[in-house]
Protein backbone atom coordinates (compact mmCIF):
# COMPACT_ATOMS: atom_id res chain seq x y z
CA UNK A 1 0.00 0.00 0.00
CA UNK A 2 2.66 2.17 1.05
CA UNK A 3 4.67 1.81 -2.07
CA UNK A 4 1.63 2.30 -4.21
CA UNK A 5 0.99 5.68 -2.45
CA UNK A 6 5.03 6.43 -3.03
CA UNK A 7 4.53 5.75 -6.70
CA UNK A 8 1.61 8.32 -6.94
CA UNK A 9 3.66 10.96 -4.82
CA UNK A 10 6.50 10.53 -7.50
CA UNK A 11 3.66 10.87 -10.34
CA UNK A 12 3.01 14.24 -8.97
CA UNK A 13 6.15 15.20 -8.51
CA UNK A 14 7.14 14.48 -11.56
CA UNK A 15 3.99 16.52 -13.21
CA UNK A 16 4.91 19.74 -10.86
CA UNK A 17 8.34 19.01 -12.42
CA UNK A 18 7.14 19.41 -16.07
CA UNK A 19 5.16 22.23 -14.64
CA UNK A 20 8.56 24.16 -12.85
CA UNK A 21 10.30 24.10 -16.06
CA UNK A 22 7.51 24.76 -18.98
CA UNK A 23 6.41 27.57 -16.61
CA UNK A 24 10.45 29.03 -16.01
CA UNK A 25 11.12 28.55 -19.91
CA UNK A 26 8.10 30.32 -20.67
CA UNK A 27 8.84 33.23 -18.60
CA UNK A 28 12.39 33.48 -19.72
CA UNK A 29 11.32 33.72 -23.48
CA UNK A 30 8.77 36.29 -22.70
CA UNK A 31 10.55 38.85 -20.38
CA UNK A 32 13.44 38.19 -23.39
CA UNK A 33 10.95 38.97 -26.11
CA UNK A 34 9.93 41.60 -23.87
CA UNK A 35 13.62 43.50 -23.74
CA UNK A 36 13.96 43.09 -27.38
CA UNK A 37 10.67 44.00 -28.64
CA UNK A 38 11.15 47.35 -26.26
CA UNK A 39 14.08 48.29 -27.04
CA UNK A 40 15.50 47.54 -30.27
CA UNK A 41 12.05 48.05 -31.61
CA UNK A 42 10.09 50.26 -29.24
CA UNK A 43 7.04 47.95 -29.40
CA UNK A 44 6.53 46.33 -26.18
CA UNK A 45 4.06 43.29 -25.54
CA UNK A 46 1.64 44.88 -23.33
CA UNK A 47 1.05 41.99 -21.66
CA UNK A 48 4.41 40.53 -20.66
CA UNK A 49 4.82 41.91 -17.46
CA UNK A 50 1.17 40.63 -16.17
CA UNK A 51 1.86 37.09 -18.01
CA UNK A 52 5.64 36.78 -15.94
CA UNK A 53 3.99 37.52 -12.43
CA UNK A 54 1.70 35.18 -12.94
CA UNK A 55 3.93 32.64 -13.94
CA UNK A 56 6.37 33.69 -10.94
CA UNK A 57 3.48 32.53 -8.87
CA UNK A 58 2.63 29.54 -10.31
CA UNK A 59 6.65 28.28 -9.76
CA UNK A 60 6.84 29.66 -6.45
CA UNK A 61 3.60 27.90 -5.24
CA UNK A 62 4.75 24.52 -7.22
CA UNK A 63 8.17 25.24 -6.24
CA UNK A 64 7.40 25.15 -2.61
CA UNK A 65 5.17 21.85 -3.05
CA UNK A 66 7.96 19.99 -5.12
CA UNK A 67 11.09 20.82 -2.16
CA UNK A 68 7.91 19.09 0.23
CA UNK A 69 8.50 16.30 -1.92
CA UNK A 70 12.03 16.21 -2.29
CA UNK A 71 12.30 16.97 1.47
CA UNK A 72 14.69 19.58 0.51
CA UNK A 73 13.47 22.91 2.72
CA UNK A 74 15.58 24.99 4.25
CA UNK A 75 15.99 24.03 8.16
CA UNK A 76 17.27 25.24 11.26
CA UNK A 77 18.75 22.18 13.29
CA UNK A 78 21.41 23.27 15.46
CA UNK A 79 18.94 22.21 18.17
CA UNK A 80 18.50 18.69 17.11
CA UNK A 81 21.58 18.32 16.81
CA UNK A 82 22.05 18.67 20.56
CA UNK A 83 19.42 15.74 21.72
CA UNK A 84 19.02 12.36 21.45
CA UNK A 85 17.73 10.71 18.42
CA UNK A 86 14.50 9.40 20.19
CA UNK A 87 13.89 13.22 21.21
CA UNK A 88 14.90 14.45 17.69
CA UNK A 89 12.79 11.95 16.03
CA UNK A 90 9.80 12.75 18.08
CA UNK A 91 10.09 16.72 17.15
CA UNK A 92 10.47 15.84 13.52
CA UNK A 93 7.09 14.38 13.50
CA UNK A 94 5.68 16.65 16.03
CA UNK A 95 6.58 19.50 13.35
CA UNK A 96 5.52 17.88 10.40
CA UNK A 97 2.29 16.91 12.06
CA UNK A 98 1.99 20.59 12.89
CA UNK A 99 2.97 21.66 9.23
CA UNK A 100 0.48 19.30 7.17
CA UNK A 101 -2.22 20.57 9.84
CA UNK A 102 -1.16 24.22 9.00
CA UNK A 103 -1.27 23.11 4.83
CA UNK A 104 -3.98 21.45 5.12
CA UNK A 105 -5.58 24.82 6.62
CA UNK A 106 -4.52 26.82 4.17
CA UNK A 107 -5.59 24.09 1.28
CA UNK A 108 -9.01 24.52 2.67
CA UNK A 109 -9.56 28.04 2.70
CA UNK A 110 -7.98 28.90 -0.46
CA UNK A 111 -10.18 26.37 -2.16
CA UNK A 112 -13.10 28.11 -0.54
CA UNK A 113 -12.07 31.83 -1.36
CA UNK A 114 -10.97 30.12 -5.36
CA UNK A 115 -14.83 28.95 -5.42
CA UNK A 116 -16.49 32.14 -4.42
CA UNK A 117 -18.21 33.48 -7.55
CA UNK A 118 -16.88 37.45 -7.30
CA UNK A 119 -13.56 35.98 -7.30
CA UNK A 120 -14.25 34.14 -10.15
CA UNK A 121 -16.24 36.89 -11.84
CA UNK A 122 -12.86 38.97 -11.80
CA UNK A 123 -11.19 39.84 -15.05
CA UNK A 124 -7.74 41.01 -15.62
CA UNK A 125 -7.36 44.47 -16.98
CA UNK A 126 -4.34 43.84 -19.37
CA UNK A 127 -5.68 40.28 -21.00
CA UNK A 128 -9.16 40.13 -20.37
CA UNK A 129 -8.84 36.82 -18.77
CA UNK A 130 -10.68 35.80 -15.65
CA UNK A 131 -7.94 35.64 -12.87
CA UNK A 132 -8.95 32.80 -11.01
CA UNK A 133 -6.95 30.72 -12.59
CA UNK A 134 -4.08 32.41 -11.25
CA UNK A 135 -5.34 32.19 -8.10
CA UNK A 136 -5.92 28.88 -8.34
CA UNK A 137 -2.71 27.41 -8.87
CA UNK A 138 -2.11 28.42 -4.31
CA UNK A 139 -5.15 25.43 -3.57
CA UNK A 140 -3.92 23.18 -6.65
CA UNK A 141 -0.04 23.82 -5.33
CA UNK A 142 -1.14 23.12 -1.71
CA UNK A 143 -3.07 20.40 -2.36
CA UNK A 144 -0.22 18.60 -4.03
CA UNK A 145 1.95 20.01 -0.81
CA UNK A 146 -0.50 18.76 1.63
CA UNK A 147 -0.07 15.22 -0.29
CA UNK A 148 3.51 15.38 -0.28
CA UNK A 149 3.54 16.11 3.18
CA UNK A 150 1.29 13.09 4.37
CA UNK A 151 3.38 10.85 2.52
CA UNK A 152 6.56 11.99 4.05
CA UNK A 153 5.00 11.68 7.36
CA UNK A 154 3.10 8.17 6.10
CA UNK A 155 7.04 6.74 5.15
CA UNK A 156 8.22 8.31 8.82
CA UNK A 157 5.23 5.86 10.79
CA UNK A 158 5.06 2.99 8.86
CA UNK A 159 8.41 2.33 7.01
CA UNK A 160 11.03 0.57 8.50
CA UNK A 161 14.48 2.97 9.02
CA UNK A 162 18.08 1.61 8.80
CA UNK A 163 18.11 -0.09 12.30
CA UNK A 164 14.78 -1.78 11.70
CA UNK A 165 13.05 -0.12 13.74
CA UNK A 166 9.51 1.35 13.46
Known amino acids: MLSALNRIDLFISHIEKALLVFFGLALTVIMIA ?14 AEEISVQFLIFITAFGISFITQQKQHISIDFLLS ?21 M ?14 DVQMEKSGTTGLPRWYTYAAFPVALSFLCWHQLIVLMNRFFSKNKEGQL
Not at 34 to 47: A, E, M, N
Not at 86 to 99: C, D, P, Y
Open 34 to 47: QVILRYFFSSPIFW
Open 104 to 117: AGLCFYSWEWVLRP
Open 82 to 102: QITNEKKRFAENTTGILFLIL
